[in-house]
T-cell receptor
Framework: AQSVTQLDSQVPVFEEAPVELRCNYS??????LFWYVQYPNQGLQLLLK??????LVKGINGFEAEFNKSQTSFHLRKPSVHISDTAEYFC??????????FGTGTRLLVSP | DAGVIQSPRHEVTEMGQEVTLRCKPI?????LFWYRQTMMRGLELLIY????????DSGMPEDRFSAKMPNASFSTLKIQPSEPRDSAVYFC???????????FGPGTRLLVL
């Protein structure tokens, strides 16, 4: 069974528009959630993470995500995107105390 | 800190040859992870170490793949013999603790002809 699902393989947006990248995970008693970004020909970089506490998590580059336990979601949002935000975004989860599992990624394409 | 260092950055080899990928984790990090990224399968965890000991190698595709961590500052991933389907980007990552942030290296892009 898939632990984490990113339904959108690609999301095109215009510069300065808001964006939401969706992530859903399999329900579990304990869950730890992450968003990573991968710029072309580079490694992955952590944007933000949820381990416990406040369900609204703020990360780097103006991104934020909200942990919604009832909907088993951890969607990534940014109110106004820039051209430089064009990249691949990966949601990742640790369910229980198992290994980190990555989603299939969402390619964000920001155009002028 | 220089971050996670991987070498080589690019490797082109012929089918049947041995390939060795190298990784230097961030100093002080107790966990080291090897991942493989392909278009078809996305990002897969191959193996991870804790304090130089392999903990979970269930992601290693087959016996042609082996990984070692002889000390806290060095790890290798070896493919012998290599096959065209091994072509991928291989990432190394390290973290302080298992649930802490994983820091990724720039990756090694492997092409097996």
């Amino acid at each position: 069974a898939q632990s984490v699902t990113q339904l959108d393989s690609q999301v095109p947006v215009f510069e300065e528009a808001p964006v939401e990248l969706r992530c859903n995970y399999s329900s579990s008693v304990s869950v730890y959630l992450f968003w990573y970004v991968q710029y072309p020909n580079q490694g992955l970089q952590l944007l933000l993470k949820y381990l416990s506490g406040s369900t609204l998590v703020k990360g780097i580059n103006g991104f934020e995500a909200e942990f919604n336990k009832s909907q088993t979601s951890f969607h990534l949002r940014k109110p106004s995107v820039h051209i430089s935000d064009t990249a691949e975004y990966f949601c990742a989860v640790i369910l229980g105390f198992q290994k980190l599992v990555f989603g299939t990624g969402t390619r964000l394409l920001v155009s002028p | 800190d220089a971050g996670v260092i991987q070498s080589p950055r690019h490797e082109v080899t012929e089918m049947g040859q041995e390939v060795t990928l190298r990784c230097k984790p961030i100093s002080g990090h107790d966990y080291l992870f090897w991942y493989r990224q392909t278009m078809m399968r996305g990002l897969e965890l191959l193996i991870y170490f804790n304090n130089n000991v392999p903990i979970d190698d269930s992601g290693m595709p087959e016996d042609r793949f082996s990984a070692k961590m002889p000390n806290a500052s060095f790890s290798t991933l070896k493919i012998q013999p290599s096959e065209p389907r091994d072509s991928a980007v291989y990432f190394c990552a390290s973290s302080l603790e298992y649930l802490k942030t994983q820091y990724f290296g720039p990756g090694t892009r492997l092409l097996v002809l």
